[in-house]
């Protein structure tokens, strides 16, 4: 692999890992199993909080609107900077390795800065499964749109209009804050030339969180040969 991507992968949600629902354990154990030689790291809420607080190279201000924020928005602030500081792989935790990684990037050459999925969703990339080398300009880009555009209101004018159309304060505040999708797909369409937008070796869906989930793949490794394996459980990618 001649990328730059360090071999880390990143997951986070609001438990400490012993209190996680199982299903989203053995989700968490398909990015273990399929990537040996990598890295896993899991950050819950509170560990989450105490980086963006003491790890954050940008304003200030990124840590106010990360504390006026809810759940999943501050998961999208979290993951951006944890990727601009260290680089690696960000995984929802509603999302199952289905490729080895060194496998899903073997394709990816030097002067890369991001890697993505090829699919937008309404107009926008999904920041749900995504690599990055570490100080990744797109990152600080994505960061510094937060930080600029969240400051100039925090967007007064787009949520007083928002309140005119019904909503609550409150939730015209959280709208406005809670748009990371939306400059993550800024910052790669400003940077384009620096973005490898292939990476297919993952299934995100909200049915994870369903205790019947099969974890049981058609894992086509390296091309060579097709075999059924327990992505949560096997971990012997030789080949029979």
Same mark, same amino acid.
């Given at each position: 692999?001649?990328?730059?991507?360090?071999?880390?992968?990143?997951?986070?949600?609001?438990?400490?890992?012993?209190?996680?629902?199982?299903?989203?354990? !053995? @989700?968490?154990?398909?990015?273990?199993?399929?990537?040996?030689? +990598?890295?896993?790291?899991?950050?819950?809420?509170? %560990?989450?909080?105490?980086?963006?607080?003491?790890?954050?190279?940008?304003?200030?201000?990124?840590?106010?609107?990360?504390? @006026?924020?809810?759940?999943?928005?501050? @998961?999208?602030?979290?993951?951006?900077?944890? =990727?601009?500081?260290?680089?690696?792989?960000?995984?929802?935790?509603?999302?199952?390795?289905?490729?080895?990684?060194? $496998?899903?990037?073997?394709?990816?050459?030097?002067?890369?800065? &991001?890697?993505?999925? $090829?699919?937008?969703?309404?107009?926008?990339?999904?920041?749900?499964?995504?690599?990055?080398?570490?100080?990744?300009?797109?990152? !600080?880009?994505?960061?510094?749109?937060?930080?600029? &555009?969240?400051? %100039?209101?925090?967007?007064?004018? =787009? *949520?007083? @209009?928002? *309140? %005119?159309?019904?909503?609550?304060?409150?939730?015209? &505040?959280?709208?406005?804050?809670?748009?990371?999708?939306?400059?993550?797909?800024?910052?790669?369409?400003?940077?384009?030339?620096?973005? +490898?937008?292939?990476?297919?070796?993952?299934?995100?869906?909200?049915?994870? +969180?369903?205790?019947?989930?099969?974890?049981?793949?058609? &894992?086509?490794?390296?091309?060579?040969? !097709?075999?059924?394996?327990?992505?949560?459980?096997?971990?012997?990618?030789?080949?029979?």
């Amino acid at each position: 692999m001649t990328n730059q991507v360090p071999k880390i992968i990143w997951q986070t949600h609001e438990w400490e890992y012993s209190e996680l629902p199982e299903n989203l354990k !053995k @989700a968490t154990m398909t990015w273990r199993n399929l990537n040996p030689t +990598w890295e896993h790291r899991y950050v819950s809420a509170k %560990e989450r909080k105490e980086y963006v607080k003491s790890n954050n190279p940008f304003h200030s201000r990124l840590y106010l609107f990360y504390c @006026a924020a809810e759940g999943t928005t501050q @998961a999208d602030i979290w993951r951006y900077l944890v =990727l601009y500081n260290n680089g690696g792989v960000y995984a929802d935790m509603d999302s199952v390795c289905s490729e080895p990684l060194d $496998q899903s990037f073997k394709d990816v050459g030097p002067g890369v800065d &991001v890697i993505s999925e $090829q699919s937008d969703h309404n107009g926008q990339i999904n920041n749900s499964n995504f690599a990055a080398i570490k100080f990744s300009k797109v990152m !600080k880009d994505t960061l510094g749109h937060i930080v600029n &555009v969240l400051y %100039e209101l925090v967007r007064v004018e =787009l *949520v007083l @209009a928002s *309140v %005119e159309s019904g909503m609550s304060l409150n939730d015209a &505040v959280q709208y406005e804050i809670g748009l990371g999708p939306q400059y993550f797909t800024t910052a790669i369409e400003d940077n384009i030339e620096l973005v +490898w937008r292939d990476y297919k070796g993952f299934i995100h869906s909200s049915d994870i +969180w369903d205790p019947n989930w099969n974890f049981i793949y058609e &894992v086509d490794y390296h091309g060579e040969k !097709k075999q059924y394996l327990d992505l949560a459980r096997d971990n012997n990618w030789s080949l029979v």
